[in-house]
């Protein structure tokens, strides 16, 4: 009775789900045992049955993604044709000498920059079309070398203003930046932060560090305060151990033994309290 009682240790089959002696033969004997192996191998055949099942999903879903996008790009291309055949195109006209759109039935002059038809037909820079269709955004050809480099510019003096708007409202200001683009000259904002609503609780006395104190916006924020305070209390200390220490000087009575540990007991008792203190509010 003097050993202490062990069990033998044992191991876990997660196949056949059956506890065993933790020991090279036991487990060996199991392992060439029929239920081992035929649920060795319907371990396997699940496990490929699984990963085939996995691929299968894989490439229908790569099918169907790629069906997916054949049909967007063959919609996103018919949108396009139709958006295009309903904008038109400019095409030159000899016998006027403007462009001329025949799905709207307009002309535009790339000297001045009208249009010219509508209902009742005038000149005016605001037509009665689509905005796909305006001139520079629509496509346009023909015409000489300069008429050619008329519409040019006419078309790019189009899609400036067309987008101008939204290119400047993507472009942020940068604070300090030099109008040459030479350089940038940060520019730091100092912000002046609300003092705690509480500073003023808490005492001449509360410390400024901790989780009590400065960090909480309580007590003597101020370093030049807070030092004066300190040599405001070690003075007050100093005095009064300066007075015990005379009086001390002054008594040629012995102490009482009892009186003496009495006097320990309760200064111990003093520093646990004072200890306990400090931890409780983080002050150490």
């Known amino acids: 009775m003097t050993e202490r ?8 089959c997660e196949l056949c789900r059956v506890w065993m002696n933790d020991s090279k033969a036991a487990k060996f004997n ?5 239920k081992h192996k035929e649920n060795l191998a319907r371990k396997l055949r699940d496990m490929s049955k699984k990963a085939d099942a996995e691929k299968q999903e894989q490439e229908h879903a790569v099918a169907a993604m790629d069906s997916i996008e ?21 095409v030159w006209h000899e016998g006027s000498g403007y462009y001329y759109n025949a ?27 689509p905005s796909a269709a ?21 078309a790019a003096a189009a899609a400036s203003k067309a987008g101008g708007g939204a290119a400047a409202s993507s472009k942020p200001a940068v604070a300090g930046a030099a109008a040459d683009g030479q350089g940038v000259r940060v520019v730091k904002k100092v912000v002046q932060l609300p003092s ?53 000087k002054g008594s ?17 008792a003093r520093q646990r309290v004072e200890a306990r203190t400090k931890t409780a509010f983080g002050l150490t």
């Open 5 to 12: 009682w062990k069990s033998n240790p044992m191991y876990w």
């Open 30 to 34: 199991h392992e060439q045992g029929v």
């Open 70 to 90: 054949a049909k967007a790009r063959k919609q996103y291309e018919a949108d396009q044709a139709a958006a295009q055949a309903q904008a038109g195109k400019w």
């Open 103 to 129: 799905a709207h039935r307009w002309y535009f002059d790339v000297k001045t920059s009208y249009y010219y038809g509508g209902e009742p037909v005038a000149w005016t820079q605001q037509p009665g079309i």
């Open 134 to 154: 305006m001139f520079g955004v629509a496509p346009f050809e023909g015409g000489d070398a300069a008429a050619q480099a008329a519409a040019k510019a006419a």
């Open 196 to 248: 705690h609503p509480l500073s003023g609780v808490g005492g001449h006395a509360m410390p400024v560090s901790g989780r009590i104190g400065g960090a909480k916006g309580v007590g003597i924020a101020d370093p030049a305060a807070a030092a004066a305070a300190d040599a405001q209390k070690r003075k007050r200390e100093g005095s009064s151990l300066s007075a015990a220490a005379a009086a001390g």
């Open 252 to 268: 040629k009575e012995p102490q009482n033994p009892a009186e003496a540990e009495a006097l320990a007991r309760r200064e111990a």
